[in-house]
């Protein structure tokens, strides 16, 4: 699949109403006001004819939900055929059926449990994950950074909207491709692999960005699409960083306004931005990030 040269293919929609409600309480002072708060509904997830997992999510695009779950937690296979994906909205259920028969029974009982929030949840090895990896020899100009960063942080989000939300998004050098959120950084992560499956967009030239921290789990999903780069507005764990070293993927967090850290796969960073025309990051875009960075 060949993407635009400008703009979003997928991006946020906070004016959906199905996503928000408005609710009514009162703020530190005792006056009344009025918000608006981001919807969490409950889906699951079948492979075929077994139950899966049970997921807390805004339900925007449940099939690709299903789709990136599925190839993350290593049962959907990047060349397994998918004969169809049923979503019921009245049932809150996705079922992905495949071609190949699969039974991931034994697979279930063991489970990692993550630190994404929503109960994020890594099935079988971790480290089987990144065995025989090799990322492409992409590139991460400076230049881009700055202008894809700016560019994610003023477009209208559900974020911006109601808050309580992660973001995450696919980009080519310096323009956004596919800009999802969800409740949990990982289903957020989930929905944008199951649009590169379903669509075979290639990783190899791709950026991923997050607004979430760079964990463990953040890294093998990364590693799992084939990305070589890995970019975060927030901050590290030591964990995800050795894991990053290990598949030689490029992380870069705390990169807000002019700027970043890069603790991993720093030799595909081109410094071509002059930083005396870099803005710094305007207050009403800031979002989660490292205290010593406020």
Known sequence: MSEPSKGYIIRPDPL???LTERVFGVDQTGQAIETRVTVERALTIFLNAQEIVTAMTIN???????????????MLKPDDVVTGIDYDEELAVVVVRTKRKTNYEKKLKKKVQTSGCAQGTV??????????????????????????????????SLYLEAGAIHGCVLAREDQPLVYMEDVGRHNAVDKIAGWMFEQRVPPDDKIFYTTGRLTSEMVIKTVRMGIPILVSRSGFT????????KANLTLVGRARGKRFVALAGEQRIVFDQDLRFVEEESARHRRKAAVHDD
């Open 16 to 18: 959906d109403q199905r």
């Open 60 to 74: 925007d695009y449940p099939e690709y939900l299903a789709l990136g779950y599925l190839l993350n937690q290593h």
């Open 123 to 156: 099935f079988g090895d971790l480290m089987e994950a990144l065995d025989g990896v090799t990322l492409p020899p992409a590139q991460l100009r400076t230049s881009w950074l700055y202008s894809l960063t700016h560019a994610i942080n003023t477009t209208p």
């Open 238 to 245: 030591a964990w995800g960083v050795e894991l990053a070293r």
